[in-house]
């Protein structure tokens, strides 16, 4: 007897913003893998009795590899059961969700990948500002400014990086921003454009500080938060215009 893996994108935490689809998968569930930053108040729509199991990575802490939280997903869907594979914002960007597909595939387990908000979307709306402007941002752009080493990933597409007419949104660059910052500038990208740093994006938590891509550098090469946080910067991240 098999299983079914239902991969739910969380949101950026706050429950409020989960789709209704998802809300339907966690109320089924006899077990929910979450990650860290899909757990909290979205972990209470689970039913009484569904096995709750951590499996969440988070950058400088003790973490289970994934392989490990692939075989998890593989051993909870062979006993039968309804599997929930929880992860924070929409579980195809930057989630490492191919990996857990591919073990599943491979096993013969169906499964189905219910879509969320991205923390790029939340963010901006709590900012009160458009990913895209006529004329000015008709391209969005996400990256991730940490690899497995949580280092500066090589190979980034700089030159389409420092495009001013394009909004970029940087998932996971706290730490090397600076560096990120740096690179940016000398590919052509001044370095006043405007750049907002957005932290525990729709809880109780949320920070958000506008600033400049080389002053924003400035301040994370100085002090960082522990805070979750993603930076925008482009021509829209100080504000819409008047």
Do not use: W
Not at 67 to 72: A, E, N, P, T
Not at 75 to 87: E, H, M, N, Q, S
């Amino acid at each position: 007897m098999t299983g079914f893996v239902t991969f739910v994108s969380a949101g950026p935490g706050d429950p409020d913003l989960l789709t209704v689809r998802a809300v339907k998968a966690l109320q089924a569930a006899d077990a929910i893998l979450f990650d860290d930053l899909s757990s909290g108040p979205i972990l209470a729509l689970a039913r009484p009795g569904a096995d709750l199991v951590g499996v969440g990575k988070r950058a400088g802490r003790a973490s289970p590899k994934q392989d490990h939280v692939s075989r998890l997903l593989v051993d909870y869907a062979l006993t039968g059961a309804k599997v929930v594979r929880l992860k924070s914002g929409d579980s195809g960007i930057f989630g490492r969700l191919e990996e857990e597909l591919t073990a599943l595939h491979a096993a013969g387990i169906g499964c189905e990948i219910v879509p969320g908000v991205t923390s790029a979307s939340a963010a901006a709306a709590a900012a009160g500002i458009p990913l895209t402007r006529r004329g000015h941002a008709q391209r969005v752009q996400f990256i991730t400014a940490a690899d497995t080493s949580g280092n500066l990933p090589p190979g980034l597409n700089l030159p389409a990086l420092a495009d001013p007419g394009a909004t970029t949104v940087v998932f996971m660059g706290k730490r090397t921003f600076p560096a990120l910052a740096a690179a940016l500038i000398a590919h052509g990208l001044s370095p006043d454009t405007p750049a907002l740093l957005a932290e525990a994006v729709s809880t109780p938590d949320q920070r958000l500080h506008r600033s400049t891509v080389s002053a924003l550098a400035e301040t994370l090469a100085q002090d960082r938060s522990p805070l979750p946080g993603l930076i925008i910067y482009g021509a829209l991240a100080d504000g819409v215009a008047d």
